[in-house]
C-alpha cells in the first residue's frame, strides 16, 4: 500500500485557498448563466458585467431619454435575452446607414413609442416595424419600396417620442411618422406627477421647460448614473452570490402568475386610465396627452410628412385579466382610452388606427397568454406579428 504524501502546511493552505476560489467561481458562473438566459430576473443587485448591457443612458439633443454606446438588454423571467446595439446617438447602426435612401425609389416610414414598439424581448428583425417592411416588400403589388424604422425607446412618454422625431427629422426625411400610443401607460407617462415613480432619470415633461440651471443638473445627474454604471461593466467588485443566492430562494418561492399579480399590485394607478378621470390629476394627464399629440401631429404635417396614431393594443386589453385583484375588472372600461383618443383623432381629423378589434378577433385562435410571455406583458414574436399583419391589412 502506497504511503500517503503529507503535504505541507503551506502548500494544504494554498490547495485550500484554491479550491474556494474555484468553487466560487462555478456558482458565479452558474448565476450568470440563469441571468443570462433569463431565468434570474436582472435588477438593481445584478452587475452589469454579469448581463452584458453596456450601454449609456442620455438625453438627446432635443432631452428625448436614449440609450448609446452599446447594448441594451431585458431582464425578465421566462423572456430570452436579445441584445440590442444602439450608435453614439440612439440609433440602430443599421437603421442609421439607411437613413436617406434615394427619396425617389423609397418610402420611409418612422414608428415611435415606448417598450412595446422598442421590442428588447424579440430580436430586431422580429419588431413590428420591421415585419411591415418586410410584409410590404413580399406581399405589395406597389413599386414603391418601403423602409420602416424603429426608433421606440421603453419608458418614454409621448412628449419624449415628440423631442425624439425632433432629433431624428434633421437626420432624415421620413414621408410617414407613426406613434404607437399605449394606453395602459403612455397617458401616465405623460404627467410629472403620475409618472413619477416610472420616469426615466431626469426625463423632461410637456409642462416643465427646464432653465439652463436645470439642464445642468440633469446633465450631473447623469453623468453619475454613467459612471456607476461605467465601474460595474469593469469590476465584481462585489460578488454575484450574494444577490444570486437571495433571487434564486425568491424565484423558487414565487409563481410567474404571482409575480405579474405582485407588480401590479403596486401599479393600481395605472388602472385609472381605463375609465373617465377620477380626479383633476387624470383629467390634467389626459388634457396634456391631447396636447402633446395635437403639436406633435402638426409639427409633423409641417415638415410635409403624413401622421398616424397608432393605438397598440396592451397586454390588460387583449386578455391578461388575471393579474387583477377579484372583482376588479368588472369595474374597469378597458376601451375608454381608444374610443376617447378614437373620438378626439376625428374631431382634428387626425388619421388615428385602433389595433385592439383586430388582436380580439386574433385571440379566439390563440391560447394563453395569447401575444405576450407567461411572466411578461410585452408583446413577444406572436404580438408583433399580429402588430405587423393588422398594420398590412389596413394598408390593401
Not at 77 to 105: C, I
Not at 161 to 187: A, E
Amino acid at each position: 500500500m502506497t504511503d500517503r504524501i503529507q503535504l505541507s502546511t503551506k502548500k494544504q493552505f494554498l490547495f485550500s485557498i484554491f479550491a474556494i476560489l474555484l468553487t466560487w467561481f462555478a456558482i458565479e458562473l452558474i448565476f450568470h448563466l440563469l441571468t443570462l438566459v433569463g431565468w434570474l430576473t436582472y435588477n438593481i443587485f445584478t452587475p452589469s458585467i454579469y448581463t452584458q448591457e453596456t450601454v449609456k443612458y442620455q438625453l438627446d439633443r432635443n432631452g428625448s431619454p436614449i440609450f448609446t454606446d452599446g447594448r441594451k438588454v431585458y431582464r425578465q423571467p421566462g423572456v430570452p435575452v436579445q441584445l440590442r446595439d444602439y450608435n453614439s446617438e440612439g440609433f440602430d447602426p443599421e437603421d442609421a446607414r439607411r437613413f436617406n435612401k434615394d427619396s425617389t425609389n423609397y418610402k420611409q416610414i418612422g414608428f415611435f413609442g415606448d417598450s412595446y414598439t422598442e421590442g428588447l424581448q424579440v430580436k430586431r428583425q422580429q419588431t413590428f416595424p420591421r415585419l411591415i417592411e418586410q410584409y410590404h416588400g413580399s406581399k405589395s403589388v406597389k413599386k414603391e419600396k418601403m423602409v420602416c424604422f424603429n426608433f421606440g425607446v421603453g419608458g418614454t412618454g409621448t412628449y419624449h417620442q415628440y423631442l425624439r422625431y425632433l432629433t431624428v427629422s434633421k437626420k432624415t426625411k421620413l414621408d410617414h411618422v407613426v406613434v404607437g400610443f399605449l394606453p395602459q401607460n403612455d397617458v401616465l407617462n405623460n404627467h410629472s406627477q403620475l409618472g413619477k415613480p416610472f420616469e426615466l432619470p431626469k426625463a423632461p415633461y410637456f409642462l416643465t421647460a427646464a432653465s439652463k440651471h436645470a439642464q445642468d443638473n440633469i446633465d450631473n445627474s447623469i453623468r453619475l448614473i454613467n459612471k456607476k454604471h461605467y465601474w460595474l461593466r469593469r469590476t465584481i467588485g462585489f460578488s454575484f452570490l450574494a444577490s444570486g443566492v437571495y433571487r434564486l430562494m425568491k424565484q423558487l418561492r414565487m409563481s410567474g402568475q404571482q409575480r405579474k399579480s405582485n407588480t401590479w399590485n403596486i401599479r393600481q394607478n395605472w388602472l385609472a386610465v381605463y375609465g373617465e378621470p377620477l380626479n383633476d390629476i387624470w383629467r390634467e394627464a389626459w388634457q396634456i396627452t391631447e396636447l402633446i399629440l395635437l403639436q406633435f401631429h402638426r409639427q409633423v404635417l409641417a415638415d410635409g410628412a403624413k401622421f398616424s396614431l397608432l393605438l397598440v393594443a396592451d397586454s390588460l386589453q387583449i386578455g391578461d385579466h388575471s393579474v387583477l385583484p377579484s372583482g376588479l375588472e368588472s369595474d374597469l372600461d378597458l376601451s375608454y382610452p381608444n374610443r376617447r383618443l378614437r373620438s378626439w383623432a376625428k374631431e382634428y381629423n387626425i388619421d388615428c388606427v385602433d389595433s385592439l378589434p383586430y388582436f380580439l378577433n386574433k385571440k379566439n385562435e390563440l391560447n394563453y397568454p395569447y401575444f405576450s410571455w407567461h411572466n411578461d406583458g410585452h408583446y413577444s414574436s406572436v404580438g408583433h406579428t399580429t402588430m405587423a399583419e393588422f398594420w398590412h391589412n389596413k394598408e390593401k
